[in-house]
């Protein structure tokens, strides 16, 4: 039961123009959602993250959106740039046994066309 | 700055071997993580500790054992590999319970 979902495993984006990356979740119970950016032979780069109690967070050219009552997130990358082709993760968080457990999305690949 | 580091980056078992996968930071973190990540698949939590001397489930344990003996380390233990295990392995730390939890380069693991 996958309780975190990214349902485009790829993305092709023009340079200069937005990405939107989306991610639906199942668990109501998630309090954080996170962005993790991935470059191949590396591990995951935290990127930017949003509460459950917020819709929109914003930092520099990444911003994303919560839809509590749709279950949904999405990533806003304006305007892309080659440096962002890489594959990104949507993961949510949850507090519990004294721990921030990550349930990950299965990954888009992003690529950013000259 | 090093954070965290994993070691080895690559290895090849055959069925039934054992070994231990090695986690260090140097942010003085007190939570870490190991994840496994296979094709088409996000990231599934291993095991994690909360704390030197510490450690817990975490969505899929089985066929593995953890240790956290020092703060800055955390060793992940197949005692007899299958090919199940065959995987890219990531340590992750963080400093506090909800914080921003920060990766290492993977390992590498075909078991054969």
């Known amino acids: 039961d996958q309780q975190v979902k990214q349902n485009s495993p790829s993305l092709s984006v023009q340079e200069g123009r937005i990405s939107i990356l989306n991610c639906d979740y199942t668990?109501?119970?998630?309090?954080?959602f996170l962005w993790y950016k991935k470059y191949p032979a590396e591990g995951p780069t935290f990127l930017i993250s949003?509460?459950?109690?917020?819709d929109k967070n914003e930092d520099g050219r990444f911003t994303v959106f919560l839809n509590k009552s749709a279950k949904h997130l999405s990533l806003h990358i304006v305007p892309s740039q080659p440096g962002d082709s890489a594959v990104y993760f949507c993961?949510?968080?949850?507090?519990?046994?004294?721990?921030?457990?990550?349930?990950f999305g299965q990954g888009t690949r992003l690529t950013i066309n000259p | 700055n090093a954070g965290v580091t994993q070691t080895p980056k690559f290895r090849v078992l055959k069925t039934g071997q054992s070994m231990t996968l090695l986690c260090a930071q140097d942010m003085n973190h007190e939570y870490m993580y190991w994840y496994r990540q296979d094709p088409g698949m996000g990231l599934r939590l291993i095991h994690y500790?909360?704390?030197?001397?510490?450690?817990a489930k975490g969505e899929v344990p089985d066929g593995y054992n953890v240790s956290r003996l020092k703060k800055q380390n955390f060793l992940l233990g197949l005692e007899s590999a299958a090919p199940s295990q065959t995987s890219v392995y990531f340590c992750a730390s963080s400093g506090l319970a909800g914080g921003t939890q920060y990766f290492g380069p993977g390992t590498r693991l075909t078991v054969l």
């Open positions: 500790s909360v704390g030197e001397g510490t450690t």
């Open positions: 993961a949510a968080s949850a507090l519990s046994q004294g721990a921030q457990k990550l349930v």
């Open positions: 949003i509460s459950s109690i917020k």
């Open positions: 668990n109501s119970m998630f309090d954080y």
